[in-house]
């Protein structure tokens, strides 16, 4: 699903003062959201090139997220996602790259459907896709204080629907300080674009007070990773986190009108992120899904889903 920060997100990139970088993220391997990370080994302070020239086609890597859905008024949710970085190092001459992150995401969805004659008309297109661009930069690391950008345009559409509700326009600014040698405090907003989640407050810490330990307390997405022991030449990670999911489409309804319709869900999960000599690194989550919502810009109410289990997983290079 997508969240800038990703598009939701899944969770490989670039990280951003220990923030995995996202989407949907975001952008989040997912845009905006949110949204990704690449390794919790690199360290956010001091992993940018001294290249001038872009570097193309840079963590390049694909996601899948399956979330399982009952009959009648439900949902089954069945995501693929590919997204690589574009990285224009030295920006405005300093000494932080410019990432552009393109990314692409299929959404395969079965449900809802209405049982009941008399029951409002709840309805989703087999399949929607989310494609976007991310633009992500932050200014010198080397600061005591500075800023976090990042600015994803994608359009989300079944295809059918080409009004410009699929053009939507997320993101996030974040002012950060460094409190210490191992605390980095986040403020400011992120955008979601949404029908009915368009700007929430951001904020919370980074920190890394050991090498085996990485905190990110940060709302609206949270992460706490612990290094685990090496196998077989793997370092691993394993982290526990919670997050916004879901997203915002056009679509065309059953009965032939355009629409828009809103995704929105809670997630929690834990997990394992590996990476092995040939710099390919994995991650696999198990979490639990709540307060998932159907939300439609031209028809109420709303439809409240049950829970459900989540699996993700996915490759960068």
Known sequence: ????????????????????????????????????????QQDPWTSFTDEFLPKVFEYPRAWTVYIPGGSGDELNINDIGLATTINIPKFLNGPSPLKISPGYIFHFWNGPQSVAPASPSFDLPAQVYSSYLAFDHITDPSKRSGLETNFTVGFYSDYKNTSSDGLRFTGKLLGWSRLNEYTVAKFGVEYFDR?????????????????????????????????????????????IGAELGGGSWAIDRANGTKDQADVNDVRAFFGVEWMGNAQVTGFLDLGYVFNREIVYRNSAPKLDLSDAMMLRFGFAF
Do not use: C, E, V
């Not at 990139?13 to 391997?29: K, R």
């Open 195 to 239: 029908l009915d989640i368009k700007l929430l407050p951001a904020f919370g810490l980074y920190m890394n007070p050991n090498p085996d330990m990485k905190l990110d307390l940060y709302f609206p997405k949270t992460k706490l990773a612990h290094r685990l022991p090496r196998i077989n030449n793997y370092d691993a990670w394993g982290y």
């Open 1 to 40: 699903m997508q969240n800038p920060q990703t598009p939701g997100q899944p969770t490989l990139g670039q990280p951003m003062l220990g923030q995995p970088y996202n989407g949907q993220t975001q952008n989040q391997m997912a845009p905006g959201g949110y949204p990704p990370q690449q390794s919790w």
